[in-house]
């Protein structure tokens, strides 16, 4: 008896100098192959920049 589906959500965080989008595509491209491009429901990129560090003294 199979087991029934179960949606997965894996969240990560990386810093790059390389194109987020580009390495966004070929992180989707590596799941679609692990789960199948139909299994895949649904994949996001979210590009958040980085700032200088701001001291918090007075």
Do not use: H, N, Y
């Not at 895949?40 to 003294?57: A, D, I, M, T, Y």
């Amino acid at each position: 008896m199979a087991a029934e589906p179960v949606l997965v959500t894996v969240e990560l965080r990386f810093k790059t100098s390389e194109d987020p989008q580009q390495l966004g595509e070929r992180i989707r491209e590596s799941v679609a192959l692990i789960v199948g491009q139909p299994a895949l429901e649904e994949f996001r990129v979210r590009v958040l920049p980085l700032g200088e560090k701001r001291s918090r003294g007075v």
